[in-house]
Structure formats: C-alpha cells, structure tokens
C-alpha cells in the first residue's frame, strides 16, 4: 500500500519543515512510545510518524476545529463510501471544467449545503474535502457564524478524489484515537512514555500578515502564554514536548516575545520557505522556532 500523506491543503502544513522536525525527535525507528499531536490541521508531521515509527504505543491527535476531525473519523470509519461520493462529484466538476459560470454555481452549491451543516457525516465529509480542492488557494476560512466563505479556485481540473492516498490513510487512521477540543483536552494522554508536537495558529509576524484564522475563535498572545503553560506543565509531568511558531525575532529583532516566554527551554532556529507571505523579498529567507524541552 502507498504511503499516507496529508489529504489537504492546509494554512501553516508542515511539508517543506518536516525534515528539520524529524531530526529533532528524539526516538529511534523502533522506539515505543505515545504520540500527540494537540494542533493536528493537515497533520504532515503525524503522518511522517506514522510511517517512521512502527512501534509506536498510540497515536492522539485532536484539533479544535469540528469540521477537519469529523473528516479524520469518517475517513477513518467510512472511506469507501466517502470515496464514491467524491468520485461521483470529481466527474460532474471536470465535465464542467470549460464552463465558468456553471462552474461557479456547482461549487455555490456545494458551499452552500455544506453550510448548513444538516447533511450526514459521510457527505458533509465529502463537502469539506471538495470545497478544500476546489477553493481559493484551499484556504479554509470560516465567519462569526462559523460559515466558510472562501471563493472558487482557478484550476482546471482539480483533483478532488485521491482514492490511492484516502485509502492509505484511513488504514493508519486505524490505531489514532481522534479528539475535537482546545488542546489542553489531551492533557489526559501526558504518561512518562508520551512526546507530544504543537503546532497551534503562529504567532503573526506583522499586524497585515495574519493568516491565522483556522477557525471562529482567534490566537492570540494570551493563548500563546496559555499553551506555554501547559508545556510547563507537561515538563514537570516527565513528558517530553517540541513546539513550532513563528521566528517574530527575526522579523524585528527588539520583539523577544518567545525568547523569554520559553527561555527554560531549548529554542531552535530553522530555515523555512513560506509560499504565504505579502511581502516576497522576504519569501524564502525565514527562520522558524522549533522549541523543545
Ligand atoms: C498551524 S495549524 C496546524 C498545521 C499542521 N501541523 C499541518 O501540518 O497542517 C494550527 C491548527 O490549530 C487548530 N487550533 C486553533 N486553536 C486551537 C485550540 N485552542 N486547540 C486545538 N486546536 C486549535 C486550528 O484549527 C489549526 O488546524
């Protein structure tokens, strides 16, 4: 069977830094032990662990985000069914692929009933993958009312349906216990024997590049202070942690908002190409925090 790899587009995924992330874990290949991931989004890094580390004692992740993990269950309790759904959808849109306009009203349709929210699972599963193919960017933005909002995309012929890589996932799906809450939910799954990775919204480098609305709720430097201490507390547990965020120093070098906030901690500089970033003379020369206990 291929191997599985994130199945959606997603602000902040962690493709192009999973090397740097992977030399920083600290297990060997046949280590034993329990993953988590609190901030799972597209899930790069959990995906990597799932097909690096064969004995791993169990895998957790959670995201506060209801939509994204009703997606993970289905696909992990349902793939077959949501992959004829997505077949079935994938051949209306490419036949559709010269029209504009009829283009247009096939995804307003799609957006708008996946905005009631008032399908079954499977479908609203099937709704969320198509919009995430299909959108602007696969950007996932949602209002107030936690209605997405984003417009169409401009490619062709998107693919909508990965039947090889769906299938791939909802396989190693089988050992994850998935969790939808704020992250301090798997404060439960904190043994001696645990590593937990965070990657939460990051911190915005200016006031205009804010691209860290995943969801209703903002990020802000309180939660930043807030997932902190939880790290503290997760150290004084015996577990073992490592965290991403943005490099705000390197934007503006007086700005030492994580260097003091970790500064107990081992906090290292990564090279990291962002394709998301106004400002392109600086596009491909940032650095990110990969901070661990
Ligand atoms: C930077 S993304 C994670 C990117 C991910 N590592 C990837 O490779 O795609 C941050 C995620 O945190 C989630 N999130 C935001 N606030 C949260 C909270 N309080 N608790 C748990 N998850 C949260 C968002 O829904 C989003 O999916």
């Known amino acids: 069977m ?66 994204l993990i009703n997606t993970y269950k289905v696909i992990k309790e349902n793939c077959d069914f949501l992959v004829s759904i997505l077949e079935k959808w994938e051949g209306e849109y490419h036949a559709i692929a010269g029209k504009q306009e009829v283009k247009k009203e096939y995804y307003h349709a799609k957006r708008s009933l996946f905005n009631t929210r008032k399908s079954d699972k499977v479908t609203q599963t099937a709704l969320f993958i198509f919009l995430n193919k299909t959108c602007y960017n696969g950007l996932y933005r949602v209002n107030k009312k936690n209605k997405f909002n984003v417009p169409i995309g401009s490619y062709k012929k998107p693919m909508i349906c990965d039947r090889e890589n769906l299938k791939a996932v909802s396989h190693v799906l089988q050992k994850v216990e998935i969790l939808n809450g704020d992250f301090e939910k798997t404060v439960d799954y904190a043994k001696e024997e645990s590593f937990f990775y965070f990657d939460p919204p990051y911190k915005p480098l200016s006031k205009t590049s804010n691209f860290n609305s995943y969801a209703k709720d903002e990020f802000n430097d309180i939660e930043q202070i807030r997932l902190k201490e939880f790290c503290d507390s997760l150290n004084s547990m015996g577990c073992k942690w490592m965290l991403s965020n943005s490099d705000v120093k390197g934007e503006n070098p007086e700005d ?38």
């Open 2 to 67: 291929k191997k599985a790899k994130p199945f959606l587009k997603w602000a902040g995924g962690k493709t192009q830094l999973l090397e740097e992330i992977s030399l920083k874990i600290p297990y060997k290949k046949n280590d034993r032990f329990i993953y988590v991931e609190p901030f799972v989004g597209s899930g790069a890094v959990l995906f990597w662990v799932l097909n690096h580390y064969p004995n791993l004692e169990s895998v957790v992740i959670n995201d506060i985000n209801e939509d």
């Open 256 to 293: 030492n908002f994580f260097d003091d906030l970790f500064e107990k901690y081992q906090i290292n500089r990564v090279m990291a190409r962002r394709s998301i970033n106004a400002n392109s003379s600086k596009r491909g020369l940032l650095t990110e925090l990969l901070i661990a206990n």
